[in-house]
C-alpha cells in the first residue's frame, strides 16, 4: 500500500483536487473511495487497495474530480556521511560513550 500513502499524502492532502476530495483515516479499516452526494448520502465505496499512485488519480478523475496542480513532492533529506570515530570536545578527548544521547527523560519511540 505504499502506492496509496503516497497518493494520500502528496496529492489529496496537498489539495491537488481542491476540497472537495478529502481523506478521512480509520485505524485498522482498509482504503476505500467512498462518494457523496451534496446531501451527505452516500453514493459508492470502492476498495483502492493495491492500486498504483497513477492508477488512483485516474479512478478519481474518472469519477469527475478535477486535478487542479500537481504537488511537488517533498525532497528527500540530505545525505549526511557520519564520522568514524565520535566527535571530541575542545580539549581533544573523546566523549564519553556510555550515555552517547545524554540524559534524556523522554524518548520517542515510533
Given at each position: 500500500?505504499p502506492e496509496v500513502k503516497?497518493?494520500?499524502?502528496?496529492?489529496?492532502?496537498?489539495?491537488?483536487?481542491?476540497?472537495?476530495?478529502?481523506?478521512?483515516?480509520?485505524p485498522g479499516a482498509p482504503?476505500?473511495?467512498?462518494?457523496?452526494?451534496?446531501?451527505?448520502?452516500?453514493?459508492?465505496?470502492?476498495?483502492?487497495?493495491?492500486?498504483?499512485?497513477?492508477?488512483?488519480?485516474?479512478?478519481?478523475?474518472?469519477?469527475?474530480?478535477?486535478?487542479?496542480?500537481?504537488?511537488?513532492?517533498?525532497?528527500?533529506?540530505?545525505?549526511?556521511?557520519?564520522?568514524?570515530?565520535?566527535?571530541?570536545?575542545?580539549?581533544?578527548?573523546?566523549?564519553?560513550?556510555?550515555?552517547?544521547?545524554?540524559?534524556?527523560?523522554?524518548?520517542?519511540?515510533?
Open positions: 500500500m503516497r497518493f494520500f499524502f502528496d496529492s489529496v492532502l496537498k489539495r491537488e483536487y481542491g476540497d472537495r476530495l478529502t481523506v478521512n483515516f480509520i482504503p476505500e473511495l467512498v462518494l457523496f452526494d451534496a446531501a451527505g448520502l452516500e453514493l459508492s465505496r470502492e476498495s483502492v487497495r493495491g492500486k498504483s499512485f497513477d492508477e488512483l488519480h485516474e479512478l478519481v478523475q474518472e469519477r469527475g474530480f478535477a486535478r487542479l496542480f500537481v504537488a511537488e513532492a517533498a525532497p528527500p533529506p540530505p545525505a549526511y556521511d557520519y564520522p568514524d570515530e565520535p566527535y571530541a570536545e575542545e580539549d581533544g578527548a573523546a566523549l564519553d560513550e556510555s550515555e552517547p544521547y545524554g540524559e534524556a527523560e523522554e524518548h520517542l519511540e515510533l
